[in-house]
């Protein structure tokens, strides 16, 4: 029953645009050896954060440029300013229609005035804590539909009407 709410959770076909930090990270289970990109056995994330506004992730199966680029054409509007870190994927976003600007995090860059990736470092950072303290560990099967809880969470954050209505009103609009 778990599963079934949080499918309803959906995005719903979101267009982010002006400033949208993009990001990916990596979840699963602690190993030794390397961490971040290229670890064995977690499962990446990738998101794109409309600053203040709301947030779309997708888990994915790598965090090559063919899977990052498209992520982003569906999700923010042509023209946007995104602002990513160095990662090398990022680098053909003015090619393919938006304004690119990048920290250096491995050059302990992490701001430079309206140029950072806070704001989506935060909601990976309550994503983790709230999957690491909740449910433990979470399958990568079964990750989307975690992901995308917490997403509507995110984006429910604010606002008169009460999470739950906002929940209800969405599970209207599937049904038909």
């Given at each position: 029953m778990a599963h079934q709410i949080r499918k309803s959770m959906n995005n719903g076909g979101k267009t982010l645009k002006g400033i949208v930090e993009a990001d990916e990270t990596y979840i699963g289970g602690k190993r030794s050896g390397k961490r971040g990109r290229g670890a064995e056995g977690k499962t990446p994330v990738i998101g794109v954060l409309e600053?203040?506004?709301s947030v779309v992730a997708k888990a994915?199966?790598?965090v090559r440029q063919s899977t990052i680029i498209p992520h982003?054409?569906?999700t923010v509007e042509k023209g946007s300013r995104v602002i990513t870190d160095e990662f090398h994927a990022y680098k053909i976003l003015p090619r393919v229609g938006y304004s690119h600007e990048a920290v250096n995090h491995a050059?302990?860059?992490y701001v430079r005035g309206l140029v950072h990736t806070n704001s989506i470092e935060g909601?990976?950072?309550q994503l983790k804590r709230s999957v690491h303290g909740t449910f433990?560990?979470?399958s990568r099967k079964?990750?989307?539909k975690y992901v995308d809880e917490f997403c509507f969470r995110y984006n429910h954050r604010s606002g008169d009407t009460a999470m739950f209505t906002n929940?209800?009103?969405q599970l209207k609009k599937a049904s038909y």
């Open positions: 600053r203040g506004g994915a199966v790598d982003i054409n569906q050059g302990k860059e909601f990976w950072s433990h560990h979470v079964h990750l989307q929940f209800l009103f």
